[in-house]
């Protein structure tokens, strides 16, 4: 994160920070819905730390990971919303033994038995 949290940044301050250029920037705001700066009094543009972080992500997923926009897009959506992440023990725990029951369900397609060592 950028070192100063309440900071308000320009677009060419992002810009030069993420290395991404400024018409891609305002593409970005249009069709990632997680990407939304405020805007002064006057119309332009300040993006918020955490702005600065879903541009670098959104570049990381786009060019690094291979995602198109939209699925970078979705990724996001779901990291912020923390879909699918287990939020207990005990939800991790039903996770973990539903992967086990359905590798084991493969395994035994396959005709390969396996044994899982026992968790405590």
């Known amino acids: 994160m950028p070192e100063h949290p309440d900071r308000k940044y320009s677009i060419g301050e992002v810009s030069a920070l993420t290395d991404v250029p400024v018409y891609l920037l305002r593409q970005w705001e249009k069709r990632v819905a997680a990407l939304k700066p405020k805007r002064w009094h006057n119309g332009r543009r300040y993006y918020s730390a955490r702005d600065v972080e879903i541009v670098k992500r959104i570049k990381y997923l ?30 991790l725990k039903k996770l973990v033994s539903e992967l086990e029951r359905r590798v084991r369900n493969l395994l035994d397609e396959l005709g390969t038995p396996l044994e899982f060592p026992k968790r405590s």
């Open 62 to 91: 786009t060019r690094h990971e291979g995602m198109t926009l939209r699925g970078a897009a979705l990724q996001i959506s779901a990291e912020i919303h923390g879909e699918g992440k287990p939020k207990t023990t005990t939800e």
